[in-house]
């Protein structure tokens, strides 16, 4: 008998080699998906994300699927890994730029309903790391706890909101969190009281590579009325001070507590700066705007410019807050 043919031999080079192999990865892994997630489970194959996204730039991901329970995310997981592929996770892009040649490998959403459920015991609010920011909010809000009335405008999920430690009005998430439930990528799941937690400003390391599940937040008793009047101040706030085109929120963490990143690119005379069709927006210095078609590219290509004039003008490097995930076209 024969020897299999290599595709080197028939004259494939090795990138197009490399090229079928994931492709013929991702085929199985699919149908793994299938045969061990439940009926109904929400699986595609090259799924733009763009529309995923606040920002509306980036390219698609190899594989999507929103798992409906959680031993279905620990399956998915467990087969991803076997397949030797990378798992990526996305909230609800409110803080992301893809870019424009998309993710590799699997991207994993807890938009399911299941994943977000939000209860009140007392002074405690459990939520699912699905739950929108806003409807935490405004449950809070209801059962008369303060605290969390920042997460009114913050156009994103708990799960994001843990994973950046994301806040606004001089609030951020971790100030009102009492435990956090997450899976590994083993599949384990793990409940953490919050000061085994180590978290950052908009960062909190340890959900970089494992995926947030719930979170127990504390509120403090108000009555609902002020709790009103203080979101709305917020809201207000936004409007006159926040862009209100398609962007990813701020895009550079703030150098220093004293020097904030949007009056810096103020003063460096860069607002209104456009390449392509993305523009660091004439309201907010600290925001990048899509006007339209722009693409991830347009968007890097702002966030460089404006990191090499805060360099050669005043030796700061600025780090960008938002998260840059996936690969060139
Ligand atoms: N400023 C300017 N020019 C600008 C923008 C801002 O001079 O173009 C000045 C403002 O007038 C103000 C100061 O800079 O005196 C700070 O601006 P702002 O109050 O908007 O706060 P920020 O530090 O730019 C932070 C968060 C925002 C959050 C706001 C409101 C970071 C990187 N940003 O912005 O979070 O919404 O406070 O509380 O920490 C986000 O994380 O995506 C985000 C938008």
């Not at 991207?107 to 739950?131: C, K, M, Y």
């Not at 103020?266 to 069709?277: A, P, Q, S, V």
Request: one cysteine or more; a neutral charge; proline letters at 5%.
């Amino acid at each position: 008998m024969n020897p299999p043919l290599r595709l080197a031999q028939i004259g494939l080079d090795p990138a197009s080699e490399a090229a079928l192999n994931h492709a013929e990865t991702l085929s199985n892994l699919f149908r793994d998906f299938e045969l061990l997630l439940p009926k109904g489970t929400f699986i595609r194959r090259d799924e733009p994300l763009a529309k995923r996204t606040t920002l509306r730039v980036g390219g698609p991901a190899d594989l999507y699927v929103e798992p409906s329970n959680e031993s279905s995310l620990a399956l998915i997981f467990e087969t991803t890994r076997l397949r030797g592929l990378p798992v990526a996770f996305l909230g609800r892009g409110s803080n992301l730029l893809i870019r424009d040649g998309g993710i590799r490998g699997v991207v994993i959403s807890l938009a399911h309903p299941h994943f977000s459920r939000i209860t009140i015991e007392g002074q405690l609010i459990t939520a699912d790391a699905g739950a929108r920011l806003k409807d935490i909010a405004h449950e809070a809000r209801k059962a008369g706890l303060s605290g969390l009335e920042f997460f009114e405008g913050i156009p994103g999920s708990l799960g994001g909101a843990l994973r950046m430690n994301a806040g606004a009005m001089n609030a951020w998430t971790f100030d009102a969190v009492e435990r956090l439930r997450f899976m590994d990528s083993t599949g384990e799941i793990h409940d953490l009281s919050v000061d085994k937690i180590p978290v950052e400003y908009r960062a909190c390391p340890l959900l970089r590579s494992r995926i947030a599940l719930s979170a127990t937040l504390r509120g403090t008793p108000d009555a609902s009325e002020a709790i009103q009047s203080r979101m709305k101040t917020y809201t207000d706030k936004r409007w006159t001070t926040q862009p209100k085109e398609s962007s990813a929120g701020c895009t550079f963490k703030n150098p220093l507590p004293t020097l904030p990143a949007g009056r810096l690119i103020d003063e460096l005379g860069l607002k209104g700066t456009r390449i392509g069709n993305a523009e660091i927006s004439t309201v907010h210095g600290n925001f990048l705007v899509n006007l339209g078609n722009a693409t991830s590219n347009d968007v890097l290509s702002l966030i460089s410019l404006v990191q090499q004039k805060a360099r050669s003008v005043h030796q700061i490097e600025l780090e960008t807050e938002v998260e840059i995930l996936g690969e060139d076209a």
